[in-house]
């Protein structure tokens, strides 16, 4: 199960996340998932897709690298970094045409084969843009 886990969470990057293929939403996430932001807040599903349209709208050439992922259980930890081309002002960055590139470690709780939970670690401070 730690191996199907693992993939599920891949997919989310590759498939979601870098490849913005938002349709996937329903068949990787459980309609009752939440995200737990580092800054305390929860999104529910509808947010949380609203949020990554936004980051796919802002960023182009998106390029994700999992670095590390540990399975137990039900839960998925990854190690991962993002870069890609600013279009528009995002998440406070201005400078559009410049590479950001970000890394996180999250957390996914999995149930029944779908992501049910979302815990990030991500310091925001150590955003660069290149």
Request: aromatic residues 8%; negative net charge; glycine residues 8%.
């Amino acid at each position: 199960m730690s191996e199907a886990n693992k993939t599920l969470v891949a997919r989310y990057y590759k498939e979601i996340l870098e490849q913005g293929k938002l349709e996937l939403i329903g068949e990787i996430f459980d309609p009752d998932f939440h995200s737990h932001l580092s800054n305390g807040t929860d999104l529910a599903l509808e947010s949380y897709t609203g949020f990554i349209g936004a980051s796919f709208s802002a960023l182009s050439d998106i390029e994700i690298t999992i670095h590390d992922q540990i399975a137990e259980s039900d839960k998925v930890a990854t190690r991962w970094t993002a870069k890609g081309k600013l279009a528009k002002p995002f998440a406070g960055i201005s400078e559009v045409g410049k590479t950001v590139e970000v890394s996180a470690i999250h957390i996914h709780g999995i149930s029944k084969g779908k992501i049910v939970d979302h815990w990030e670690a991500i310091n925001l401070h150590a955003i660069v843009v290149k």
